[in-house]
């Protein structure tokens, strides 16, 4: 889809789901920490005219594409730069009824020539954050083999993550998302697979994961989530692959479960219940939605509601 300036248009995934779970219909207070194209802070500014939406983003430039949204919503709308673990300084003491967090890559940053998509002749940079951090290139094109494998092994590249490692030191320096995808690519060839998936794809994955810090972040996400929660807050958090769908499982799991371990456990324990799952299963996108919008059929939604008179 496209835009009136003729850019691409972000699709929220399960919106009408997001905001089922947040009761977003109802009101209130909300945090949205993946702003991205704007489309779930919108639904649930649109849902209720006397919500308020804090929106984080680590990504300058989505909130620079915010800021029509932020005059227009006037007072009932903030954005703020900052990423996951920088959640509880952004919220400056306020308590949500509802907090969201979509883990997905959002349309605008796939089409801005920044190393994110297969096809980029422009830098690969991959940073959600331009403004620090080191860049896909400075790692891919100077980090020691094994370090490479760790970060593919990491992001879920899996029993190919030592042969990738050595064809990348092979072949770089890159200058380009694309020269680091043929290179991917040439390494598979022979391989037999029915997959009609890029083999880059995981690898592109696993080193975004590495640059943007993915897995810290996202534990940054679930524990401050605590801190700026009260009685009934919801938080609702879209994955799009196992990876980090696991972590956010396994914490919620952990906030419902403590108390309740085996003898012989030997995982790390919450100090307290804090509240339950609200579906067991994730939440995933209708076959009529997937038709409409192909990048929501990876997409698992999963709800935990804080019932404790929280975490200080």
């Not at 977003?24 to 702003?35: I, K, Q, S, V």
């Not at 029915?194 to 679930?222: C, D, W, Y």
């Not at 192909?294 to 935990?304: I, K």
Request: charged content about 25%; aromatic content about 6%; proline content about 3%.
């Amino acid at each position: 889809m496209k835009g009136a300036a003729g850019g691409a248009v972000h699709v929220p995934v399960m919106l009408e789901e997001v905001l089922e779970a947040l009761g977003a219909r109802d009101g209130g207070m909300f945090l949205d920490c993946t702003f991205g194209g704007g489309g779930h802070t919108r639904g649930i500014l649109d849902a209720n005219p006397n919500s308020f939406v804090v929106a984080l983003d680590r990504d300058q430039r989505a909130l620079e594409r915010g800021a029509q949204w932020e005059q227009r919503y006037g007072g009932r709308l903030r954005l703020v730069h900052s990423p996951f673990s920088g959640l509880v300084a952004a919220s400056e003491g306020l308590k949500f009824d509802g907090i969201l967090a979509d883990l997905g890559m959002s349309t605008d940053q796939l089409v801005e020539g920044r190393g994110f998509s297969f096809a980029d002749q422009g830098p690969l940079d991959m940073r959600m954050d331009e403004s620090q951090g080191e860049t896909a290139a400075e790692f891919v094109n100077t980090a020691a083999e094994r370090d490479i494998f760790l970060a593919l092994a990491e992001g879920g590249v899996g029993k190919n993550a030592r042969a990738i490692a050595r064809t990348l030191v092979f072949h770089r320096p890159f200058g380009s998302a694309q020269e680091l995808a043929d290179a991917v690519k040439g390494s598979q060839l022979g391989k037999r697979t029915a997959s009609k998936v890029h083999p880059a794809t995981v690898v592109f994955q696993a080193l975004r994961m590495r640059v943007n810090n993915e897995l810290q972040e996202i534990e940054g996400l679930m524990e401050g989530a605590t801190k700026v929660s009260k009685r009934g807050t919801k938080l609702a958090v879209i994955t799009f692959h196992s990876i980090e769908d696991q972590a956010v499982a396994n914490r919620m799991r952990r906030w419902e479960s403590a108390g309740s371990y085996p003898a012989n456990w030997r995982g790390n324990r919450a100090e307290k219940r804090i509240g339950r799952v609200v579906a067991r299963k994730a939440i995933t996108a209708t076959d009529e939605e997937v038709s409409r919008n192909p990048a929501s059929r990876s997409a698992r939604l999963r709800v935990f509601q804080f019932d404790d008179e929280l975490l200080k």
